[in-house]
Every structure is written in structure tokens, then in C-alpha cells.
């Protein structure tokens, strides 16, 4: 363990080195990216989940029920993560940034997780329930280790789960739709907008539920 706690600080150092080498003047910048790229550049599905109402709650119910919630979304969430090979690398409050080798393993776990919270809330007080909000991108990011990912795609899918992301919906990049292709993948998308530009595409999971 501590042998890979030493390793990550030298990645997270020999990346912070590059960039700035980067910044100086007349440096070639496309070289260094090059290296920085070749690196830590990996091809994951980024999945960031996140709860509808949070903020509402804590700030009527207080703190310890903001404790009980997050206890109670990792409870009933990590074990669905593991099971489909997902690898959590943040959590800040209700939100949370996974990682998974496919997007099709993303798509699915997304699944599950969400049939779990609405089972999970079926009998419970609208303040107690866990309503999911999901957003999913596929593509090359820099990933340090198993504690930070940069990305488009990062970005795309951290602005569908926690900002456009409606409760109970999955929504994904256009690289995800693409990566799993038409109806041989046994999903099926609707558009539901556009993302960071206009020409950017966003989809929402319709089938399976």
C-alpha cells in the first residue's frame, strides 16, 4: 500500500512537472502534450451520479440526516458498482465519479443502481428517498491512478448527472450512444438535447429500464 500511495504522488508530480514545462516560453507545446497524453492517456466510460433534492433537505433537515443519506446511497450503491467492475474514484457529498473499462458496463450498472434506489424508496418518506440523476461519457481522459480523471468526456458526463440530469434519468455523451451502436447493443436512446455546444448531442436510456 504504501508503495503505491509513492507512485502516485511521482505520477501526480510528473504530470504537474510537464504542464509547467508547458507554460513556459517557447516550449513545444504539442511535444509535451504528446508525452502527457502518452502518459496517462486511457479510453473509460465516466459515469457521475447524483441525488435529487440533496441540498433541499439538508438545509430543512440539518446534518445528521445529510450523514444518513450519504451512509445509506453508499450502502446500497457500492456494492452495484463492484459487481459491474466499476471503480470509484470520488465522492463529494451525494455525488459520485466512477470509472469503468466499457461503456456498456457503465450503462448497465447505471441500471441497476437506479431500479435499486427506486426500490429502496418505494415505502420511505419523500425526505429518506434516494432518487438518482446519471451521467455517462466515453472516451480518452488522463486518469491519475485511482484519485483524479481528466477529460472531455469527464466534463460532458459531470454536467449530465449533476447539472442536466433529471431524477431517475440516464443520460449520456454522443460517444457512449456511439460506442454501443444501434439495437444489437438491447439499449435504446432518445435525444434529449445538446450538450456543451449545439453540435454536441445528448441522449437519454429509454429501453431497458
Excluded at 72 to 92: F, V
Amino acid at each position: 500500500m504504501a508503495g503505491d500511495s509513492e507512485a502516485l504522488k511521482v505520477s501526480e508530480a510528473r504530470l504537474w512537472r510537464l504542464i509547467e514545462e508547458r507554460g513556459k516560453a517557447g516550449t513545444d507545446v504539442e511535444a509535451i502534450d504528446r508525452r502527457i497524453w502518452d502518459l496517462f492517456g486511457e479510453e473509460w466510460a465516466v459515469m457521475f451520479t447524483d441525488l435529487v433534492g440533496f441540498s433541499r433537505h439538508v438545509e430543512k433537515f440539518g446534518i445528521l440526516h445529510f450523514l444518513q443519506v450519504i451512509h445509506e446511497h453508499r450502502k446500497l450503491l457500492l456494492p452495484i458498482i463492484e459487481s459491474h467492475d466499476g471503480l470509484l474514484i470520488k465522492q463529494e457529498g451525494d455525488s459520485l465519479l466512477i470509472l469503468f473499462r466499457r461503456p456498456e458496463r457503465a450503462v448497465a450498472c447505471a441500471r441497476e443502481m437506479r431500479r435499486a434506489c427506486s426500490l429502496y424508496s418505494e415505502r420511505r418518506k419523500p425526505e429518506e428517498q434516494i432518487v438518482l440523476c446519471v451521467g455517462i461519457g466515453f472516451g480518452r481522459v488522463l486518469r491519475i491512478g485511482d484519485v483524479d480523471v481528466w477529460g472531455k468526456e469527464v466534463n460532458a458526463a459531470s454536467k449530465l448527472g449533476e447539472d442536466t440530469a433529471k431524477g431517475n434519468e440516464i443520460l449520456v455523451t454522443e460517444a457512449v450512444k456511439s460506442a454501443l451502436g444501434g439495437t444489437e447493443s438491447g439499449v435504446a436512446f432518445e435525444p434529449a438535447g445538446s450538450g456543451f455546444s449545439a453540435s454536441e448531442s445528448i441522449y437519454r436510456l429509454v429501453a431497458p429500464v
